[in-house]
């Protein structure tokens, strides 16, 4: 079956671009992104983004997430940029901060080009490297069977930029794995591209270093160390921005790998063995052609290492490849178990589109490109895309109901608030409300942007369950202002996720006041929290 490129180009689009009318369809579904599943990392990065505009080091490096910091700031800076053009006179900052949903989704638009974009430009890669379409079009099939891939879509996060990333380093890796006898490659040159760009990824974030196992495709030391120079030297250009926070930094990802808790908590040492295991059962579960593939890919370096072909050459590239991508698959895995959450997964997910896209390249060359292989290949593509639809349709249909249940129970709590008017709300964790959300990007923005919310949302105050101390966009304690609020009869309420016990008491014991509870509205992404909505009221009121 000959396809001419121009078609082939052409066929090679429309999954992307499916891929982002998806993502615009998700997003539109997904909601405002202050709302209370939705807020946190975007505010995080939406304000960590501007502090770069305005010389402030990043205080939010968890990820450590300085890629998507930088890109977020280009976006903003272009954003306020046509802005002023068209005549709008704020400041930057001003402007950023008092539309921070257009500057988010105008941020996530970007991400989902660069995202459909790599996707074209990886297969692309493949195709005229190959001559395969199977081949290509099998990459971008891989990538849309899982659900994290569609999950990143309507986000502001480092895992659509890790999408892209991932992409793009297959690109530069397809003539290093897939060129045939003849076909010039100067590998010396890509090997230091292909270090650069794992260098991005991993500065975006650490779930990405997985990705070191490519080094394997390269077949001479001297390349394998121009990889990792490439990679040391932009990971090093990368942390510039952030060199205040370098031990901030260290201390952070160091106790995130000792400590046998998530997010560097409990002891330290190794989890329990059935932690680890219930944790490996839960991932398998969420994205089981994960799993599915590691072990077709162990079978093949096992068949491979048993035959003897004539190609060497191609025999040991194969073996590199796989080699690599069960390798990365362990690793990610292992990274995982520990911190359970399946969008951690998502660069080895993205990776085993690479391995199964080469290993139909490298199987068709082997088999000599025959009408019997190259349909055995489509045949291989069209179950890829069946899986796709099987796993994500009702996947997607679910989240979509989900987002609007979650919606509708956002709108309770609004209507209850409406209700009782002229009332001061204070946002506690994970409330659905524009101003905690930009309160708590302030928070892991380190305050720098404090003063310029002051201005422009006079008198804001938040409370912080794990602090326990109401505050301003500043830091500064509000309490006394709060109870000057409670005992002079204002109505005060408090929208956040359930408070503890020991919460309540410190407000009864501590701050002399009582939480009657007016409601609570269910939450229907298990395991986010209900939203309550709390009435503040003197100490001893409720006893009169």
Known sequence: ??????????????????????????????????LRNNFDPEYNYLLNSLSLLTLHAPRHNDHPGVTLQILGAAVEWLKWVGRFLLGNRQSLTDSVLSRPESYLRMMNLVLNVLLGGALYWSANAVYRVSKSLASAMLLQ??????????????????????????????????????AQEGQAVNEPRL??????????????????????????????????????????ATVLILLLPVATRIPHMMSWFTSLATHSGSYGEGPVGLPATHVLATSLFFLWQDEPPFFFLFGVYIIALVLLSLTKPQDGAAKQGAQRLLLAGIVAIIASTAMVTKHTESRYLLPALVLTAFVNSALCTLALNFQGNGPAARWLFSVVLVAFLGIAFARNGPFLRRWIESSRADRRSVAQVRAL??????????????????????????????????DALERLFPGGIHYDPFGRQFLSFTFQQKIEDVKRMVNSGKCVLVESAPLDASILNTFRLRDGFELTTLSVVANPFPPSEPTALYSLQPAGALDR
């Open 191 to 232: 090997a230091a591209t292909a270090g650069a760009v794992f260098g991005l990824g991993l500065m975006t974030k650490v779930t990405f270093a997985p990705w070191a196992a490519v080094v394997l495709l390269f077949s001479q030391r001297s390349h394998r160390k121009r990889f990792l120079v490439a990679a040391a």
């Open 141 to 178: 099939g891989t990538v849309v069977v899982y659900h994290q891939t569609f999950l990143a879509l309507p986000r502001v996060s480092p895992e659509p930029l890790l999408i892209a990333v991932s992409l793009a380093l297959m690109a530069v890796l397809a003539p290093v794995v897939l």
């Open 1 to 34: 079956m000959n396809i001419r490129p121009r078609s082939a180009k052409l066929m090679l689009a429309i999954i992307p671009v499916g891929l982002f009318a998806v993502g615009v369809l998700l997003k539109h579904e997904h909601g405002p992104y202050y």
């Open 417 to 450: 608030e409406d209700s009782l008017p002229g009332c001061e709300i204070i946002g506690s964790y994970a409330p659905s409300l524009p101003v905690y959300a930009l309160a708590f990007g302030s928070d892991y923005s380190g305050a720098v942007h404090g």
